[in-house]
């Protein structure tokens, strides 16, 4: 499927983003403040933060709504992987978001492995597996330390870095046992890298691939990384120690040569791809593929950007990368506030106040988790606010988002302090 062939870029637009985390509301505020934009929607909710920006529109009618807009955003990765993208596309619309062949690189870690070992991109050696025996005759030929991966989409679940075999051989039959459904109907062993590592997001439009942005974000829960992995409870931008020069090599032997062998095979990829990278000491590899912006580090990428963030976003769904603008401007903290208990079983429906002082303080909020109520706002999920503030450089955007946190009414609210250092 080619980029929708619009060109002329609408002005008074109307843009749909499909979603409705902290990453949407990242979104839809960056393409709220373009002044060719006349309205956003978003399909999803409840989230308090996003209802004061943008329409709220039923995710059960976003293939009906959307012939009313001018550019589709589409925020996650499940309606991708299920082709909402080709079905959009289809019926001439301009769609931000890849393909449903093309977004098998993040629905199958397979079919990622597979490809990236075909045509050379540095990765982890692994061996895929369709039957329970054969995997643990794998994990006994391979040895500890070992990574399990169920092959399909487990929403951030599906990975356990083993340090004994015993551990990998309960992790291959937690997947085969349908822990993870169909994602774990195949399992990928691979080796464990190690370094630190960095998220790459590059625009390609289909034709042109181009860097956007590097982040880190912070999988643990705790602070010094550690305790249970979560969806990211905070994120920085851009990746420290990943200059501009080395964020170019690893375009050039990891991202554009995967973009071009699916280009090879028919599939053109229209969209951002998230490319989380190991730095390790033989350089970059990578360790996988998501076809979507991250959470929480599409809200501190798109602060940083100087630009128009709609059209650049149009310009990548219509074919028009090569000639848009991508200017990113100093450095970017977003601290994850979570409900206490997560990522386990969380209270909802606690009163959240100071976010008018949070963002006199100088910070943005972004919210997740969250619902109206009248005149306040309620907590609602597990991951509810994203603080971002911006800044020269890292210790000033850290000073400044903590800063602003201590503003934050909410007894019940929970966040990593090391964010950013
Ligand atoms: P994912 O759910 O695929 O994002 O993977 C979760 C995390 O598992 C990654 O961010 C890495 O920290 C870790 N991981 C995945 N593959 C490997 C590997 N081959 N070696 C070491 N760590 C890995
Ligand atoms: N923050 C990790 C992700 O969005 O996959």
Redesign the pocket.
């Known amino acids: 499927m080619a980029a929708a062939t619009l060109t002329e870029e609408p002005t008074n637009a109307r843009v749909l983003v499909v979603g409705s985390g902290g990453r949407e509301h990242a979104l839809a505020a960056a393409i709220a403040a373009s002044p060719k934009v006349a309205h956003v929607a978003f399909a999803g909710g409840p989230n308090a933060g996003l209802e004061t920006i943008a329409e709220a529109i039923d995710p059960a009618t976003v293939e009906d709504a959307a012939t009313g807009f001018d550019l589709i955003v589409i925020g996650p990765e499940a309606p991708l992987a299920d082709g909402l993208a080709d079905r959009l596309c289809a019926k001439g619309l301009a769609v931000f978001g890849p393909s449903k062949a093309a977004a098998e690189l993040e629905a199958s870690?397979s079919f990622t492995k597979e490809l990236c070992t075909r045509i050379g991109v540095p990765t982890?050696k692994a061996r895929i597996c369709d039957e329970l025996a054969d995997a643990l005759a794998a994990v006994d030929r391979m040895g500890a330390p070992l990574?399990v991966?169920a092959d399909g989409l487990a929403a951030?679940k599906?990975?356990v870095?083993a340090e004994t075999i015993e551990e990998a051989r309960r992790a291959v039959k937690e997947c085969f046992d349908g822990t993870f459904g169909a994602a774990g109907a195949r399992v990928v062993l691979?080796?464990?890298?190690?370094g630190p590592?960095v998220s790459l997001f590059a625009l390609s439009d289909g034709k042109t691939v181009r860097a956007l942005a590097t982040a880190r974000d912070y999988?643990r829960a705790f602070d010094g990384n550690r305790g249970p992995?979560t969806g990211g409870m905070g994120a920085i931008s851009p990746a420290p120690d990943f200059d501009d020069a080395a964020c170019e090599a690893a375009m050039e032997t990891i991202v554009r040569p995967t973009l071009r062998a699916l280009a090879d095979d028919g599939i053109a990829y229209v969209g951002v791809l998230y490319a989380?990278l190991?730095l390790t000491k033989d350089g970059p590899k990578l360790?996988?593929y998501n076809v979507r912006f991250g959470d929480p580090e599409c809200q501190v990428i798109l602060p940083r950007l100087a630009g128009d963030a709609y059209s650049l976003l149009y310009a990548t769904a219509t074919g028009n990368l090569a000639d848009a603008a991508i200017d990113n401007r100093g450095t970017a903290v977003g601290v994850v506030v979570a409900a206490e208990g997560y990522p386990g079983p969380v209270r909802r429906d606690e009163e959240i106040g100071g976010l008018d002082a949070v963002a006199a303080a100088g910070a943005t909020v972004y919210h997740a988790g969250t619902r109206p109520d009248g005149d306040r706002v309620l907590s609602n999920g597990g991951r509810v606010l994203t603080v971002v503030a911006t800044g020269a450089d890292a210790d000033a955007a850290r000073g400044a988002a903590y800063g602003a946190l201590t503003h934050l009414a909410w007894p019940g609210g929970r966040h990593r302090s090391d964010i950013g250092s």
């Open positions: 870690k982890a990574v991966k951030g599906g990975v870095v691979e080796e464990r890298l190690e590592e999988k992995n989380g190991m360790i996988e």
